[in-house]
């Protein structure tokens, strides 16, 4: 009986130890189930903050390209706007130009004009003096003395005829 105690009671100490190692294979597993959940929710937190910031950046670079476009609409702009200031005032200038030219030729023909203007003021002005002459002459042909004639003469002769413009 003693054997059988005996026999029992290493059989009651085994089935303690296998009891005992399946509570602490228990224990483990269920502190490793709790690490993996524990894991497990700081990878999703994680993944859900890098979510976060794909989108923040998806957005960003949405951003960046949509004001990419309108800087580029916008050269594009200031490229038409320059090209066509360029072209008027190229415009503007062939026509500066022109009317200078005209001005030049203008000037010109004013000049031309205004010496003929006055070369005929002079031609004007000796044709009337050779008529006061020829008037001053006839006059004193009709005066009969010698004398006041010659004293006509020398004083039409003598003086000078301006003509006033």
């Known amino acids: 009986a003693e054997d059988k105690l005996c026999s029992l009671s290493r059989a009651?100490?085994?089935y303690k130890k296998v009891l005992e190692h399946k509570s602490y294979e228990k224990d483990a597993a269920h502190r490793e189930l709790m690490q993996q959940r524990k894991?497990?929710?700081a990878v999703q937190s994680r993944c859900s903050l890098?979510?976060?910031q794909l989108d923040y950046m998806r957005k960003m670079v949405s951003s960046a390209e949509l004001e990419k476009k309108m800087i580029l609409e916008q050269q594009a702009q200031l490229q038409k706007e320059e090209d066509q200031n360029c072209l008027e005032l190229h415009?503007?200038?062939?026509?500066?130009e022109m009317l200078?030219?005209?001005?030049?030729k203008l000037t010109a023909a004013q000049r031309i004009a205004e010496d003929k203007i006055k070369?005929?003021?002079?031609?004007?002005c000796k044709e009337e003096h050779q008529h006061k002459l020829i008037q001053d002459k006839t006059a004193q042909k009709s005066i009969p003395s010698k004398d006041s004639t010659w004293l006509c003469i020398s004083d039409t002769v003598n003086q000078p005829q301006h003509c006033s413009k």
């Open 50 to 52: 890098l979510e976060k």
């Open 119 to 124: 070369h005929l003021e002079e031609k004007l």
């Open 91 to 96: 415009a503007k200038l062939e026509k500066l």
């Open 39 to 41: 894991d497990s929710n």
């Open 12 to 14: 009651a100490a085994q």
């Open 100 to 104: 200078e030219k005209e001005c030049l």
